[in-house]
């Protein structure tokens, strides 16, 4: 399975989110790739050059054809194009951002509030930089991808906080949301969204046993 | 390119740590050893502290960068590991597979406490302290009784078991009640009396005025002190800010290396 974390300072805080998930994959009998997207932690590249597509890269280099995947927030968005062309057998979309242009721009909204309006937060959130290439993207490529996934039945899963930001689902998916908006920080392990996923992989696992 | 990262897994007795050490192509001049806090992982912010040891490399020093206990690609140590044990052993790992090179420890925040740890247990050729602790207020915490935090902690400790039970572990660590961050100057001095010692912070950081009141302690002792006007250095909120901790941290390990190299 590759597992994708979010970007930027949200992407920094779902890598506990990611490692923990990954650890539970083997526990199923996998095995699991967290992915640094390029200018990001520990991958090199400028992180003002990324954009959807280059994230959509990024899990198409790393990953085979029929690897399982799951993404957190805006790489959510990345894993449901990569797992349509990559015809994945299972999809975890865990706090989706499927409209990485909105996303950022809900985050910059908010950078503002919490420095009374005193930082430029254009291309600037929270300390990490928001490229041109996420902030104008507004996620039709994911729509479509999504779309194309539900219409084949590929067995998909949108994990979600019930009073978060995080993107509503499209139809055809398993929506499981918990409660809460996903706002405690301080519990980065966010063991429900980890033990939902692994619950869902693992009755997917039976139902549709993977081919090879 | 001027250097290699090699991804390593280093084996604790508190679970397995997740490192980056970055060699340089050419020759090794030193070695040193990011500690970047706790909460932080190993590339920073922006990717600051792979930036770094990126720089640090070109200047022929082999950087070990590890995420800390509990964070990130260390989030199986086992609850409650002590991080500052943990970056002694992470740092005698390194060490031992570095060879017999003189070396720097580059500490953020509360990696002060851990650096202090390994001065204690091996010889350093100097130290840097980026934005040291800040919250330093012992009249403050003294008004605060010993019966009244344990009060505090007897009534909150459901509520914190419950939330550990259902949403896992703390990962990021409760620094308001950490005894550690109280001792920062004294922290600060034992340090400059172990090994040459470089800090700085920004004008706009809490730390500023601490180290402003050391200032005569710590240059008695030979450390240098360096303060960034017009920014906040704590948090690296800002490219500015990410920038200046880059590149004076480079300068600061290149007159240390060629000291090193003269003495």
Known sequence: MLVCPSWGTEGRYSLEWCHGFARDVTSLGGRAVVVHWPGFEDSTGDPDDVSLASMIDACTDVAAHGWAMAGFGVGAAAVAVAAERLASPYLVLVEPQLDPGAHFAALARSYRRVSLGQVDASRWVFGAPVPDGLRDDDGASVREALAARTAHGGPTLVLRSRDGLASRPTDGVTLVEVAGNGRGDRYLDRLPLRRLGVKWLRRELRRTPPTS | ?263
């Open chain 2, 1 to 263: 390119m001027s250097a290699v990262d090699h991804p390593v897994l280093v084996p604790t007795p508190s679970g397995v740590i997740g490192a980056i050490v970055t060699e340089p192509v050419g020759d090794r001049r030193a070695a040193a050893i990011v500690i970047t806090g706790k909460g932080a992982s190993r590339a920073g912010v922006n990717r600051m502290w792979a930036r770094l040891a990126h720089e640090l490399a070109a200047l022929g020093v082999v950087v070990f960068r590890a995420d800390p206990a509990g964070t990130a690609e260390s989030v199986h140590t086992v609850d409650g590991a002590d991080v500052d044990e943990l970056t002694v052993e992470t740092a005698r790992w390194f060490t031992s597979r570095a060879g017999p090179l003189d070396l720097y420890v580059i500490a953020y925040c509360y990696g002060l406490a851990s650096t202090v740890e390994l001065a204690r247990t091996m010889s350093l050729s100097g130290a840097a302290v980026i934005s040291p602790p800040g919250m330093t207020s012992p009249e403050l915490w003294s008004s605060y009784s010993r019966a009244h935090v344990l009060a505090s902690k007897v009534r909150t400790s459901p509520m914190r078991a419950w939330k550990r039970v259902r949403y896992g572990r703390a990962a990021r660590p409760e620094f308001g009640s950490s005894g550690e961050l109280l001792r920062t100057p004294e922290l600060l001095v034992e340090l400059a009396e172990r090994a040459p010692l470089w800090t700085m912070t920004g004008e706009g950081d809490a730390s500023v005025a601490l180290l402003r009141n050391l200032r005569h302690e710590l240059t008695a002792r030979g450390a240098a002190i360096e303060i960034v006007e017009d920014t906040t250095i704590h948090r690296s909120p800002t490219l500015r800010s990410q920038d200046e901790t880059v590149e004076r941290t480079t300068r600061w390990m290149a007159r240390a290396v060629a000291e090193g190299a003269n003495a």
